[in-house]
Antibody, heavy 116, light 110 residues
Framework: EVQLVQSGAEVKKPGESLKISCKGS????????IGWVRQMPGKGLEWMGI????????RYSPSFQGQVTISADKSITTAYLQWNSLKASDSAIYFC?????????WGQGTLVTVSS | QSALTQPASVSGSPGQSITISCTGT?????????VSWYQQHPGKAPKLMIY???NRPSGVSNRFSGSKSANTASLTISGLQAEDEADYYC??????????FGGGTKLTVL
């Protein structure tokens, strides 16, 4: 079964760092792009960026360039989304999605809450 | 890059057909046949309903269909059912970087 399993919900304070994960299984992880999508409370979906785990080529949407870091460890078939200094406005649900199945495979989402 | 433009809401009665539009530019929707449509129920992950403009993944009802003309893509749902009530998002490949979503359309089944 093709699956993307994301790490659990996080509660952080402004200024803290965070790295959330997305583990792929059931398909060739290195052969398909993985993307990260933000959904702020009550709002729509936003593509943040994508990574090709085979060679770690990464592309960011302009709004997220410099704000987050996307990485992957192909040895453990896991992609990551990282913040160095969280802001309250980073509070959202973050989904990962795989190009496998024409971007039809999605993780369950990770809720990130940033509050003082 | 700007989000693709979708109507905020559409509605229809059971059994009717509705169409949701998704307007972009020649740098995204108009330039590539890589438009997808997603259905999202509250608290759930998005579900792929249409890819590459007019292709349905296995398991998706043939009541869902897609099309494209110039810079506008469309999703049509025929024979509306109560369970179709959800948010719908279009997404397109772009020439600049990654991909871009539409703002989303809330479908209400009356």
């Amino acid at each position: 079964e093709v699956q993307l399993v994301q790490s659990g919900a996080e509660v952080k304070k402004p200024g803290e760092s965070l790295k959330i994960s997305c583990k792929g299984s059931g398909y060739s992880f290195t052969g398909y792009w993985i993307g990260w999508v933000r959904q702020m409370p009550g709002k729509g979906l936003e593509w943040m960026g994508i990574i090709y785990p085979g060679d770690s080529e990464t592309r960011y949407s302009p709004s997220f360039q410099g704000q987050v870091t996307i990485s992957a460890d192909k040895s453990i078939t896991t992609a990551y989304l990282q913040w160095n200094s969280l802001k309250a406005s980073d509070s959202a649900i973050y989904f990962c999605a795989s190009q496998y199945g024409e971007w039809g495979c999605w993780g369950q989402g990770t809720l990130v809450t940033v509050s003082s | 890059q700007s989000a693709l433009t979708q109507p905020a809401s559409v509605s229809g009665s059971p059994g009717q057909s509705i169409t949701i539009s998704c307007t972009g530019t020649s740098s995204d929707v108009g330039g590539y046949d890589y438009v997808s449509w997603y259905q999202q129920h509250p608290g759930k992950a998005p579900k792929l309903m249409i890819y590459d403009v007019n292709n349905r993944p296995s398991g998706v009802s043939n009541r869902f269909s897609g099309s494209k003309s110039a810079n506008t893509a469309s999703l049509t749902i025929s024979g509306l059912q109560a369970e179709d009530e959800a948010d719908y998002y279009c997404s397109s490949y772009t020439s600049s970087t990654t991909r871009v979503f539409g703002g989303g359309t809330k479908l209400t089944v009356l």
